[in-house]
């Protein structure tokens, strides 16, 4: 299966800039989503985007999908430090919600 | 309301043991899922349900058994355990596994084997 893989690996930003990850991943999707986890915690999902949608919005997040590229990149707009999290990008090959992970990207929010 | 909660948070055992992870979810979804988080916070799935009857059993060792008594249920038995298998281990839930749904993930279990 394949599998999301997340750059840069760790992210130190100051409250109210713009954070920016990307995720690259090896064969064709269905889908590709978005996931955050606090530290000692559960993963939340954050959004969705299909392989027939370049560009979604959710709030302070704008996720974009380049299928050509096989890459998706996560924005946060005005960064919050309640925002410090681990991110990650899933992919979903055949749309049976059978998700690959990748390793994460670790953003730290200074106040 | 807990959506999906798992138990123990927490558990330590030696080498050699027998030990259950127990999930529940009360989402009113059809589909349940184990996953294994490693140190490095490498995320894989392990298995999935679909109404009590397994549809993914990805690559894990047969010491693994999931059971489904129902739909909201989902328990991880571990046999035998090894020093490899420390890690955290998150149930999730989602709709039907036909069409692309978010999941929900408990909030883990971190199991560290001495």
């Known amino acids: 299966s394949q599998q999301g893989e997340e750059d840069p690996q760790a992210l130190s930003i100051q409250e109210g800039e713009n954070a920016t990850m990307n995720c690259s991943y090896k064969t064709s999707i269905n889908n590709l989503q978005w996931y955050r986890q606090n530290s000692g915690r559960g993963l939340v999902h954050l959004i969705l985007i299909r392989s027939n949608e370049r560009e979604k919005h959710s709030g302070r997040l704008r996720v974009t999908l380049d299928t050509s590229k096989k890459s998706s990149s996560l924005l946060i707009t005005a960064s919050r430090a309640a925002d410090t999290a681990s991110y990650f990008c899933?992919?979903?090959?055949?749309?049976?919600?059978?998700?690959?992970f990748g390793k994460g990207n670790q953003v730290v929010v200074i106040p | 309301d807990t959506a999906v909660s798992q138990t123990p948070k927490y558990l330590v055992t030696q080498m050699g043991n027998d030990k259950s992870i127990k999930c529940e979810q009360n989402l009113g979804h059809d589909t349940m899922y184990w996953y294994k988080q490693d140190s490095k916070k490498f995320l894989k799935i392990m298995f999935s349900y679909n109404n009590k009857e397994l549809i993914i059993n990805e690559t894990v060792p047969n010491r693994f058994s999931p059971k489904s008594p129902d739909k909201a249920h989902l328990n991880l038995h571990i046999n035998s355990l090894e020093l490899g298998d420390s890690a955290v281990y998150f149930c999730?839930?989602?709709?039907?596994?036909?069409?692309?749904?978010?999941?929900?993930f408990g909030p883990g279990t971190r199991l560290t084997v001495t």
């Open positions: 999730a839930s989602s709709q039907n596994p036909g069409t692309s749904y978010e999941q929900y």
């Open positions: 899933a992919t979903d090959a055949y749309g049976n919600n059978r998700l690959a």
